[in-house]
């Protein structure tokens, strides 16, 4: 992103906060296409300290980087975007609050699409969101890749899912939001099958269903559960159910 008013330089542009003050880009114009949310709506990104390089046409921000849009924010030490392609990525520890999609996902990087139409998040992945009625809902993974057009969240790698006092685990996650169902699975032979654990019950199956707006669960596929006597149950958490015939 070359300097408004002059020609692009060959070599880097190196833009620094004064007295610990920050570098503050806002894209304007088609020249300017340091654009990691969207096409039609201003960006403002803070950092301090900002580089850019003709060749590859990558923009660099270091140190305190906020990138906000509207109702999404985001925050991290470094962030890389290519303009060509219109790629960014952000690491070494990064937070995303997205109000719109009422969720918030921390992790040690994100790679993504500049109007966050679909993304990858790596490295000790965190996705906290809340029901109709306010119950947070925590996703916690290896990787986690989203569709924000289709809603869809895939989670992979050692996936933990907690919810209203029960939390259920395996090695692969799918989750439509629009939906709001769960399906966990561990695809791969060797790993360990899916199960979620409440008020010390087990359930496991090859395949657990979670479904949010009904507060209920489904195992299928050489299902198993483990009672265990309690002088109460208080009900809370989800809710087991019989399929339908």
């Not at 140190?63 to 960014?88: F, I, M, N």
């Not at 685990?169 to 199960?195: F, H, L």
Request: net charge positive.
């Amino acid at each position: 992103m070359p300097p408004v008013g002059k020609e692009a330089s060959p070599t880097p542009v190196v833009a620094t906060g004064a007295n610990s003050a920050t570098a503050k880009v806002s894209p304007v114009s088609d020249s300017s296409r340091t654009k990691p949310f969207s096409e039609d709506r201003p960006v403002a990104i803070d950092s301090d300290r900002l580089s850019y390089t003709q060749q590859g046409q990558v923009t660099v921000f270091q140190g305190h980087v906020r990138v906000q849009q509207e109702t999404t924010r985001l925050d991290a030490p470094y962030l890389e975007v290519r303009s060509q392609d219109g790629q960014a990525v952000a690491r070494q520890g990064i937070r995303l609050v997205d109000h719109t999609r009422g969720i918030t996902v921390t992790a040690q990087e994100m790679e993504y699409k500049e109007n966050l139409s679909h993304a990858q998040v790596r490295g000790k992945v965190k996705v906290y969101s809340h029901d109709d009625q306010n119950q947070a809902l925590l996703v916690q993974s290896g990787q986690l890749e989203w569709d924000a057009q289709g809603k869809d969240i895939k989670a992979r790698e050692k996936v933990k899912v907690t919810y209203r006092g029960a939390t259920a685990t395996a090695e692969a996650m799918d989750y439509a939001q629009t939906a709001q169902v769960v399906e966990m699975t561990s695809p791969k032979a060797g790993d360990a099958r899916p199960r979620i654990e409440q008020n010390g019950d087990i359930i496991t199956g090859d395949k657990i269903i979670l479904k949010i707006k009904e507060r209920a669960y489904q195992a299928r596929g050489q299902a198993r559960a483990d009672v265990y006597p309690k002088e109460k149950n208080t009900g809370a958490g989800f809710q087991p159910v019989k399929e339908k015939p």
